[in-house]
């Protein structure tokens, strides 16, 4: 039997937004509920479609791959399947269901255990920049980095010196309190955050005067980066553990330094190779001979070949970025631009026109243009 599309299951256009997908799936939810409907078979059925058309067109990746595929070309995982009315996938749309029909408060309790089990630490993101010396050579550095901290006076409690933390007498520590409601529905059991704890299982009777009873402070941390040599613009580095502390004895989260190498006045690179522009003169490119040419690690002797052309690319090997993993490095390619003299004096322009006549040149208006010399008559 061929399934419906989905967006006429939840009565929405094809181009509608995630806001109008979202309210769609919460008005159909509410109105075919099981528990609403006594349990029928028809509002069972229709529940399913309308969980499993919000599960895919309320993914945007998803949603892409049904809109281009339809239901012929569906991944065969993360697209379908209802495993019973306790076995919700993107469970937090349906308390949202239950806290706007009933007034809130509809989990199962694994979501507020959260609140006192471990966690761990956020992780933080810091853009550096770096030098093209720096990135190919590599550098141990430091950064400032804001982050929160458990409290130096309280270490982390909340207390003030002296004050205990006691258990939380009303949900004996474990951060939750249950609470039933009955309404024209039938009898329901939530289960929300302990109020006089806010859900952490303690209780704090004097406040840490320097964290305000929070447990945690902003400092700025001084932090040790290594940039490794190689590393290119958008590198991403991770530091273990340098993220902000874990709470509840959860481990701390992980510091991500993004990379962006500064524009340098005369190298560009290109993978390992680091690319430049020098200038050489008409009588070098045509006669050979060595320039120096600048290198990240000073300057270097450059054979130019006779007859080079504008445009050539000449190698210095082992000039470039080293690789990252360790194979070798890259090499400088410099790109010749023979520059063409703007001002001559009398005698310079004499001897361009001999050069010229020996080269079998015709300098004045008689003589054959470019095309003609390239093509020939037709």
Known sequence: MAKKDYYEVLGISRNASQEEIKKAYRKLARQYHPDVNDGGTEAEKKFKEIKEAYDVLGDERKRAHYDRFGHQEEAPRGFGGFGGFDDFRGFSDVEDIFDAFFGGGFSTGRRRRQSTSPRRGADLRYELEITLEDAVNGKFTHVNLPRQEDCADCHGTGAKGGSSVETCNACNGT???????????????????????????????????????????????????????????????????????????????????????????????????????????????????????????????????????????????????????????????????????????????????????????????????IFDRVFGSR
């Open 175 to 369: 951060g939750q309190q249950q609470v039933v409601r009955n309404t024209a529905f039938g009898r329901f059991v939530s289960v929300q955050p302990c109020g006089p704890c806010r859900g952490e299982g303690r209780v704090v009777r004097e406040h840490c005067p320097t964290c305000r009873g929070q447990g945690r402070v902003v400092r700025e941390s001084r932090i040790e980066v290594h940039i490794p040599a190689g590393v290119d613009d958008g590198a991403r580095l991770r530091v273990t553990g340098e993220g902000e502390p874990g709470r509840n004895g959860g481990p701390p989260g992980d510091l991500y330094i993004f990379i962006r190498v500064l524009p340098h006045d005369i190298f560009t690179r290109q993978g390992n190779h680091l690319v430049c522009e020098v200038p050489v003169s008409i009588p070098l490119a045509a006669l050979g001979g060595e320039i120096e040419v600048p290198t990240l690690d000073g300057k270097a002797r450059l054979r130019i070949p006779e007859g080079t052309q504008p445009g050539t690319v000449l190698r210095i090997k082992g000039k470039g970025a080293p690789n990252l993993r360790g194979f070798g490095r890259g090499d400088q390619l410099v790109r010749i631009n023979v520059e063409v003299p703007r001002k001559l004096n009398a005698r310079q322009k004499k001897l361009l026109r001999e050069l010229a006549s020996e080269l079998g040149e015709d300098l004045s208006a008689e003589g054959k243009n």
